[in-house]
């Protein structure tokens, strides 16, 4: 079997989020051990092997979970009865769910390890508790606490104290001591200095702790996004910050709409039995009702609109698979062949199946042997960190990692698709090319966002008589202080074509400097607008270019080398790190002390890094833990690193153990043009 510790960041965080790995673990924990080793007989297939050691590794952490790191339970009162809704909650994750729980509900808060119940039957009850819970984190520092100092923690002990105040006088209630384990540590830590005339709600924050838990919506509009939680669990929230569908894998139940409160799905396997089942269907549900708004809480008629605006487009613009007639005969041969390297059927694809699959598929030019991984189960590129997957209705599904490294997913239009022959058949169901749209994701995608005065200006560009038109957009993504502008370039061809040819960046900073850099635009290789920021601002950006000598591909690290004279058309030279230069971000993170919460943390940080941005890390420093920010300088083969307030804290003298490699590194640093 192959170990944990091979596996590379594609296979941590790509793959779980596939059906066909989804697949796999449900059948493995649907089918007995006997019946699933075949008595010791089964013989895995590579890609068999890898799941396996993919499930075990993200078990890894729930198998050390004990009552000492996840103490906390809770149970809601149904009829006349406590049930349990919640289970093996770490502090960090109990306070959560108690921040966003109705102020209807009844609860009992259950700590397992101290053996003690706490009722909540309103609102003060609640904030009452969360004021203790914060308040142990001076005795006793948990994951609730990570990263924060002890001033952070009196902010949040004082805001819930002023709600308990607040809410006890609104309900005229008498106060009652919850946790009574500890008396005197309540006393302690209320007669603190909160220095309260200092503080107003809009200086304290919680929403950091919880980013990294927010997925956009893969098939709803902008601002629609999911919610998850640490167990699997999550809950699809508007962008007015109303939640519409909940799910909870441990306890299997699910909440719509409707008023009607959480429903079992044990039993009934019509319904979504995995989160992301949920997920297509709950945003499917939401389209369809989104037209008589029969929903709880109500949708704003600006919520409303966009729904049906998007349900419009969706539809015109849908790409479905959905005459392949793929036989079973065909996919038991494929199955075969994937796990014993051989078989005696015949699993191949007919001319007239093979016609009907995209030639180019999102950017990436399809082969014979890509088109079998799509149609017979997944299709990995694994050198962008993107997957595709065939559903059952014929759409075709995009997983990846978003620019906060965080998983997504998107249905692919008519406008990620091409086929090279063209024939009549295929055009028939792909319906004609939306310019317009491709235009508009391409601005998306590239990071110029999607607001309605780009999408104006853009058409407004296309429709006027001119051969070539410019947009203006700006970034929000620079460092306090620096301003970042854009000009967009768009050409017209002879017969109609629109096509953004280039972009023109500017930066100005507080001292009222300028920098600027023209960047071209193909759909192989194009700097993002935030790849554009941080070149401009000096930071190094991992790029992959075409090697003229091999006719392969190879990874670079480039940067702007601003102390040489621009080129004639007023762009700046690139210093260039190849991969002979021997920088290695993985190993340069290893020796740098960083402290990742979970291990996952690590490879999301690593590729933020190659990234070019500027990286919130914990470091260990006599003993404590410290915020601070990173930025990779490859040309050193280190980190510098940052206090909050961007003041360097370290030097540029080489890490440990690769201090040798300096001699023949200046060889291997050139300025040239690196075409991408």
Sequence with gaps: MELVNDLSWYDKNITPITRAYKNFVKEMKNTSPEQWFKDGERKFSGQEKKFIAIY?????????????????????????????????????????????????????????????????????????????????????????????????????????????????????????????????????????????????????????????????????????????????????????????????????????????????????????????????????????????????????????????NYRTFMKENEFKLEKLQITENQRAAYAQKTEFGTTDDDYSLTKQQLDQIPDVLDGHQLSKNDKYALVFGLLEKQEYGESYELLGNGEILKNYLNEDNLPSFKILTINDIKFNNQNSNIMETTKEFNQVQYLKDQMKYLGFGEDEKLHKDLEKGIKSKKNEFEIKSSSDKALPGNKVDFILKFNKTQSGGVFLNSYHAKLTNDKNEEMSHNFPVNRENTFTAKEAVNLLEGRSVKIEFLNPKTDQKEPAFVRFDFSEPKTEKGNYKFQNFYKNYGIDTAEIVEKSNLVFDKPEYKDSTIKSLEKGNIVKVKIKENEQMVEAKAVLNPQYKNLNLYDQDMTRINTNKPLQGMEDERGHDKANVKEQSIKR
């Design 56 to 308: 075990q590794f993200k078990n890894k952490a729930k198998m050390a979970h004990s009552v000492n790191t996840h103490p906390y339970s809770i149970n809601e009162l149904i009829g006349n009865s406590f049930q349990e809704k919640f289970r093996n909650m770490t502090a960090k994750y109990a306070v959560e769910v108690l921040n966003n729980y109705d102020d209807d509900k009844i609860l009992q808060f259950v700590d397992n390890k101290r053996n003690t119940i706490v009722r909540i039957d309103n609102p003060s009850d609640r904030h009452n508790l969360l004021f203790d819970l914060w308040a142990k984190e001076f005795q006793n520092r948990t994951d609730l606490s990570s990263g924060l100092d002890n001033r952070q923690i009196e902010e949040r002990m004082v805001y819930h104290y002023h709600k308990y105040e607040r809410t006890e006088n609104n309900f005229n209630i008498e106060v009652n001591q919850l946790i009574k384990d500890s008396p005197e540590s309540r006393k302690s830590t209320r007669d603190l200095d909160w220095e309260e005339n200092n503080l107003g709600f809009e200086d304290l924050f919680f929403e950091e702790d919880f980013d990294e838990n927010l997925v956009p919506a893969s098939g709803l509009p902008q601002g629609w996004i999911w919610r998850e939680y640490a167990d699997g669990s999550g809950s699809l929230i508007s962008p007015s910050e109303n939640s519409y569908y909940s799910y909870d894998l441990q306890t299997q139940e699910y909440r719509l709409p409707d008023g009607r409160g959480w429903r079992t799905l044990r039993d009934h396997y019509d319904h979504p039995q995995t989160l992301f089942d949920f997920r297509i269907f709950a945003e499917q549900n939401l389209k369809e009702k989104a037209a008589k708004n029969d929903l709880s809480p109500k949708l704003s008629e600006e919520e409303k609109k966009d729904l049906l």
